[in-house]
């Protein structure tokens, strides 16, 4: 274990000079609001929060941590799920929180120029207005930097592809200050090592993305939302398979089992308590998107579906989505006295269907009542585990392993979106076998001391 | 510059013991047909070429090579255009080219898992019963193994993105005689550092990729080929713009100058001496390709083009695509006494006509016909440059560098999809920057030793 320095009165000066005095605190309610994100686990208070307001800034920042040995763990808007911006070691907060410029929209080339700090929805919002859009969608109003570093994804994912899909260039700080750029404003690009891809997903443990040019869509002309309702749960993951494979390009395909739309509909949302698929289908022509609803229906309808809405009204659409994108809330809202663990695994879609019974049959087993609801479309599960003390922990830790190692074992990942964090670094070896010492490797490269975000992503 | 040593005799012994002696020559005949791509670039002789009929084989192959201080350069089809695959410093040239097994067809999944030497035609010929194929066509028949390496694109790219956007996982040999898994046949994954796309793009000087599993896409339904022909090649570039930003999903969008339509037409390819365009759309639905049809129609019409075909012949498709693969083979033919570069670039697409502007300036410039083609949907420019002599040579090469150079400045890069090899080398610096520094750390870190494809990628 590397042993890091605290930060002394020096440090804090040198802070404020490359910050300056508004952009520093070492304040408890600061430390605090900055020591956990929104997953179950333990918080950590950090030494002191510095927000860099410039790339520069944030390599200079970085120089004089890794000169001094200091830890820093970057901080978007702490909206992850597996403690990834939780500062272990204390050290520097650097918050990116306070770059949150449009630097550039690009519109001709469906691309904008951003600082990391900027919320997904905020920039769609400053977006609409061009026609355009950034597809990834998380749910929470993560950062554009948490995005990437995290490589999140969302509903949108099975048409437009995670994070890491729509992103073209961005500025990178190293650890050791140095700031660089990699990628290209070029959609197209063969021109040496793919640096870009390398930092996101690597949650700020090898640089830290300050700016990215994204790529962005048309936001659709035609959009329908459905719901297709079944009895029995393996014909609706039947019917996620099946759909996938007709060729319609699906924007969302999203699973709820019993559980999780009992609980959506108490809430209010439009949906019978049963296994529900949430689908959307885009399309540029009216009735391109005519007939893509009506494969999408006969699909389910094949499979036994009891119910099946289509609806056009955007209102109506945007509220059932953010039903959708409430459901942890509106799950937590519910049994207030319960903590939560939310997991996140995800398989080749062939898979699907055999990680959702094996789910089911594990929460049978310990007894557990819980939600399973998944972006089912590109074969990501989550499940919301709810446990009350230190034996429901047990338990909820005993399902989470056993569905993660199935997946696994099913071809698929410990890891869909959340990322590695704190949570995940136990399955990294068997995940990735001897490609983990060529990570260690790779870390060791870019972070020789080791300052940035340690306790993150590689086993120890 | 590293010494390498040359191949003894113990060191041959030692290769037939891992890949047998039919898999080993040093004959006169394998060496040179060994020594150069379809590039301009002059050839070098290996000392020995290496037939790998497995991972394993690859990865020994590999370590003996890195305890001996001996070079290796991987080959695929040899079809490449910057002498990626050229053994510059001799060595081991270390064919995947008998690795060439479907390992496995994952239907519902849309992957396949194939050996990296076999062909993509080949690919999809086996696939074609499946209705699935996987989508980058570079026009050579290049290998799996190749595409990757050098992250071909080619005609799809526009819909479907470049070899980098369809795969999803593979098996790498590393310098040391490691063997790795890298990435998920889970569509989605966040678990740890994207090593996959580092491999991808590098040209081999990392480590070789053996095996892959790549993403498929359903053989589209309904297709219709245009063609538009305009007398005003700035209207015909606005409109590869327009037509980009209509939302209308093109398959293809090509884009050929007088001079390249004159010569193809001349050699029988049903289109104008004139500025052409041709365009490709894919539909799930016949209503929706006509529509699509309609829409690229309108906004070329606005655009004062002359003629516009529009055709769904399977046959006539297929020669007219033909025609326009064997572009530059018909140049070379028409031209017999004559040599070629081909050079690639590619920029964002607002800034295509400002490039094509300055190709055609710059070509006047220096009195030479040359003929521009180029995947103008993604911005992907390339300039097939005549000489019969030195003076010729130079003369090209000053083109070259004059339009390199350009789309570098237009927020470009010096290639699109060709890779870096020996002719971009020169262009990387200013491209990349500082971050140049931080690809030669990943170098080091995979190959120490510097035995992977010495002489490519990064300029010593």
Chains 1, 2 share one sequence.
């Not at 443990?205 to 309702?229: C, F, N, Q, V």
């Not at 699907?352 to 310990?366: D, I, N, S, W």
Request: a negative charge; proline letters at 4%; hydrophobic letters at 45%.
């Amino acid at each position: 274990m590397v042993t890091f320095s605290g930060i002394e009165t020096q440090i804090l000066d040198a802070l404020r000079a490359i910050v300056g005095d508004d952009n520093v605190s070492a304040g408890a309610s600061e430390l605090e609001l900055h020591s956990k994100d929104q997953s179950f686990h333990e918080g950590h208070l950090p030494e002191v929060v510095v927000w860099g307001q410039s790339s520069q800034q944030v390599a200079d920042v970085l120089k004089l941590a890794n000169d001094n040995g200091i830890p820093v763990t970057p901080w978007g808007a702490g909206s992850s799920l597996e403690g990834n911006p939780i500062p272990l070691h204390g050290g520097i907060l650097l918050s990116l929180a306070r770059m949150d410029a449009v630097v550039e929209v690009h519109a001709d080339d469906f691309q904008v120029t951003v600082q990391a700090g900027k919320p997904h929805k905020d920039l769609n919002a400053d977006l609409a207005k061009y026609g355009l859009f950034f597809p990834p969608d998380p749910g929470a109003n993560a950062t554009i930097g948490g995005m990437l570093a995290n490589n999140a994804a969302g509903i949108r994912t099975v048409k437009y592809g995670a994070s890491k899909d729509n992103v073209l260039a961005a500025t990178v700080a190293l650890a050791d200050g140095r700031l660089i750029e990699v990628g290209s404003r070029s959609v197209k690009q063969s021109a040496g090592y793919n640096l870009l891809q390398l930092f996101v997903g690597s949650e700020g443990t090898l640089g830290i993305i300050t700016e990215a040019t994204l790529k962005l869509a048309p936001i659709p002309e035609h959009r329908s939302t459905m719901i297709a309702t079944f009895d029995d749960m393996d014909k609706a993951v039947e019917a996620v398979v099946a759909v996938r494979g007709s060729g319609v390009d699906v924007a969302a395909l999203e699973f709820l089992d019993q559980v999780a739309a009992m609980m959506l509909a108490r809430a209010g949302m439009q949906i019978a308590p049963n296994n529900v698929l949430l689908m959307e289908v885009f399309n540029a022509h009216a009735s391109g998107l005519e007939e893509d609803v009506s494969v999408v229906r006969d699909l389910c309808q094949d499979l036994d579906c009891v119910d099946f809405v289509a609806m056009t009204d955007r209102t109506a659409q945007a509220k059932l989505w953010e039903a959708r994108h409430g459901a942890y809330e509106t799950m937590v809202r519910m049994m207030p006295s319960m903590n939560f663990q939310i997991m996140d695994v995800a398989v080749p879609i062939s898979a699907y269907p055999e990680l959702v019974r094996h789910g089911h049959a594990t929460l049978k087993e310990h007894g557990l009542m819980a939600a399973l609801v998944g972006h089912a479309g590109d074969g990501n599960l989550h499940v919301t585990l709810p446990y009350a003390d230190e034996a429901g922990l047990d338990t909820v830790k005993a399902i989470n392993h056993a569905i993660v190692t199935k997946a696994q074992e099913l071809g698929g990942t410990a890891t869909g979106e959340h990322g590695v964090g704190i949570g995940k670094m136990g399955y990294m070896e068997a995940e990735h076998g001897v490609a983990i010492d060529v990570m260690r490797a790779v870390k060791q490269t870019f972070d020789p001391n080791g300052i940035l975000n340690p306790g993150k992503v590689l086993p120890a």
